[in-house]
């Protein structure tokens, strides 16, 4: 049987949101099987539970946020995406979050610190069937038209396959590869993808600190770009570091739904908000999906059961 999975023991992290610039606490705990992930408030005088789930979600303009019931005036996470992009990539599907504020630490822009600490805490196979979500029917969302057209889609898939595509007109950025493809059953999470750090051109983060937003935002979390070149000394950690965050991303977004996909995901120039989107447009047509466990592991896509190896 492919065995749903949590945290061996507790572990901590501290540090910055990137949004408010706050010093941020973060205990991840193991938690029973079909709790799924759940962020707990703990600065709150009551403490407020937040489940992930697609309808929970109440903004996705920076990053993906969470509130109970998706109530935007509601006590909140920000920025979830990473932190559930890293569970994704290792298989985990139970863990309590408590957190002392209203956004997850950036760390260094990406998602590899998660995976260090979920691996340094170790992973626990439990005794209850992984439950995926299948994509029967083919789902598709667009936005904008012509140079502005964006659109994500879920195709049915025995396995699960994210491919992005970004344009941007930037040479910075057009320089580095703008397509990829990754497969989650490849094993590759960690070294392909996990590292890709968020990034940010000089124009918007003026404008975005002008408002208040990114005020944690620095090189030490984020690659930046002015209009012709990368500013970080270290340059890119990938040649095509940009659209593998954006796969990262999608990886979190997704996750939201609660379960792995077996699907095959692509996007155009897509974000958090069309994420969502799609998962809202999935959950709408009951006849576009169910759930599969797999009793016999060898009926599982090609490396599902090998995914993030327990350690
Ligand atoms: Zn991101």
Redesign the pocket.
Known sequence: MLQQRTLKSLTRAVGVGIHSGQRVELTLRPAAPDTGIVFRRVDLNTPVDIPVRTDTVCDTRM?TTISPNGDPGGPKVQTI??LLSACAGLGLDNLYVDINADEVPILDGSAASFVYLLQSAGIELQKAAKKFLRVKKTVEVRQGEGKRLMWARLAPHHGYTLSFEIEFDNPAVSATGQQYVFDMGSGQYKREIARAR?FGMTSDIELMRSRGLTLGGSMDNAIVVDDYRVLNADGLRYDDEFVK?KI??AI?DMQVVGHPLLAAYTSFKGGHALNNKLLRALLADETAYDYVTFEDETKAPQGFAKLAPAW
Request: aromatic residues 0%; proline residues 0%.
């Open positions: 990053a995406e990473h968020t965050h990262l991303d979190g």
